[in-house]
């Protein structure tokens, strides 16, 4: 093999490689407004606002159909002005088992609303164009007992 072979052969992976890596780059900006919340964030994270949140597992299928879609939800309202709604999700497998287990998930992917000691089910479309439009008409700070 000729140097310029080795030149050319090595540009070529290197060209096929930033692809990729920028598709990659892209999507972690886009997922890095989603906030990930765990057993010892959730008072933290969650005090004070409003949440829509979505409980998952790394190795349901559904749960990865869903991530693009929530990502733009996540984006649209966490990238937003109101500082008082938090779009989340929790790895119900490692993170998250004990909250998970106090707010009673059981299948993957669940979503839940509301004030984060009185959640509710989200029994809505999951399709991006439909999540978004819910969470813009649904999620505003309300009073609660304990406001």
């Not at 999507?27 to 949140?53: A, P």
């Not at 979505?54 to 990502?71: D, I, L, N, S």
Request: glycine content about 8%.
């Amino acid at each position: 093999m000729r140097g310029g072979d080795l030149k050319d052969m090595a540009a070529g992976a290197s060209s096929r490689l930033a692809l990729p890596c920028l598709i990659f780059a892209l999507l972690h900006q886009v997922r890095s407004i989603e906030t990930e919340l765990t057993d010892e964030n959730w008072d933290e994270l969650t005090e004070n606002k409003v949440v829509f949140l979505k409980f998952h597992a790394p190795w349901c299928t559904q749960c990865r159909r869903v991530e693009q879609p929530w990502a733009s939800v996540a984006e649209s309202v966490n990238g937003g002005e109101k500082k008082d709604i938090l779009i989340g999700s929790m790895d119900c497998s490692r993170g998250g088992k004990n909250k998970c287990f106090d707010l009673g998930v059981t299948s993957y992917p669940s979503f839940k609303y509301g004030h984060p000691d009185y959640l509710e089910d989200y029994t809505g479309p999951w399709e991006g164009s439909d999540l978004q439009q819910w969470a813009k008409d649904k999620l505003q700070r309300r009073c609660s007992p304990l406001s």
